[in-house]
C-alpha cells in the first residue's frame, strides 16, 4: 500500500470554481502535510503546509486536514487558468522529521 | 520562501562522462538537502539525503558509486552523475529544509537541472 496517496486526476475545473484537491496517508504518527505545485518542467512550489487539525487559509488556498480521518485536502477558490498543474501532497516521514513522502500527484485543469 | 538554487539549470554531455550539479540554499543554511530525480510525466523519486559533514544517504536502488555527493557545506550541496548514459537523462531537483519552521520542517526546492546525455 502507498504512503501517500491522490488521485492522479485529470481533474478539469471551470474557471471561477472551486477546486477540492484531497490526499489521504497511512502513516498515523505523521506530522506535517504540505501541498506543492508543480508547473510542467518545473520543479515544485510549496504552496501551503499545516500540521494542526482543522482549516488553514492563505489567499485563495485552503488547506484542510484531519488526522483521525488521515485526509488532508487542499481547496483553491476561484480558479484561474495560471492554478492548472501538477498538485503534490506530501507527508513528513515517520523516521526523519525532515523525509518527506509525495503522493503521485493530481494533474489539475481550470477551464477558462 | 526560502531561496534553493541550482547550477546548472540544463546540461547536455556525451555517453560516459561524469557531470556535476550544484545546489545551493541562498538565504538560510541547511544541514540536510535532499536529491530527487523526475521522470517525464512521473512523480518525483527521492534518490538519496544529503548531511553535511557525513555521508549521504542513499534510498534503495540507487547506486551511490554512480551518484556521488558531496556536502561541503552549509549551503552547498553537490551531485555527480558518474559515468552518464542515455537513461541517466532525466530532471535533478534538489530541496532543503529550512530550520526554525518548527514542526512544520518546510522544504524548498531548486529550480532543477535537466539532464541530457547523448
Known amino acids: 500500500q502507498k504512503e501517500v496517496e491522490q488521485n492522479s486526476g485529470p481533474l478539469s475545473v471551470p474557471e471561477g470554481a472551486i477546486a477540492s484537491l484531497n490526499c489521504t496517508y497511512s502513516d498515523r504518527v505523521s506530522q506535517s502535510f504540505f501541498w506543492y505545485r508543480q508547473y510542467s518542467g518545473k520543479s515544485p512550489e510549496l504552496i501551503m503546509s499545516?500540521?494542526?487539525?482543522g482549516d488553514k487559509e492563505d489567499g485563495r488556498f485552503t488547506a484542510q486536514l484531519n488526522k483521525a480521518s488521515q485526509y488532508v485536502s487542499l481547496l483553491i477558490r476561484d480558479s484561474q487558468p495560471s492554478d492548472s498543474a501538477t498538485y503534490l501532497c506530501?507527508?513528513?516521514?515517520?523516521?526523519?522529521?525532515?523525509?518527506?513522502?509525495f503522493g503521485q500527484g493530481t494533474r489539475l485543469t481550470i477551464n477558462p | 520562501g526560502a531561496v534553493v538554487s541550482q547550477h546548472p539549470s540544463w546540461v547536455i554531455c556525451k555517453s560516459g562522462t561524469s557531470v556535476k550539479i550544484e545546489c545551493r540554499s541562498l538565504d538560510f543554511q541547511a544541514t540536510t538537502m535532499f536529491w530527487y530525480r523526475q521522470f517525464p510525466k512521473q512523480s518525483l523519486m527521492l534518490m538519496a539525503t544529503s548531511n553535511e559533514g557525513s555521508k549521504a544517504t542513499y534510498e534503495q536502488g540507487v547506486e551511490k558509486d554512480k551518484f556521488l555527493i558531496n556536502h561541503a557545506s552549509l549551503t552547498l550541496s553537490t551531485l555527480t552523475v558518474t559515468s552518464a548514459h542515455p537513461e541517466d537523462s532525466s530532471f535533478y531537483i534538489c530541496?532543503?529544509?529550512?530550520?526554525?519552521?518548527?514542526?512544520?520542517?518546510?522544504?524548498?526546492f531548486g529550480p532543477g537541472t535537466r539532464l541530457t546525455v547523448l
Open positions: 499545516i500540521y494542526s487539525n
Open positions: 506530501a507527508v513528513n516521514d515517520r523516521q526523519g522529521a525532515q523525509k518527506l513522502v
Open positions: 530541496s532543503a529544509p529550512r530550520s526554525g519552521s518548527g514542526l512544520l520542517n518546510e522544504q524548498f
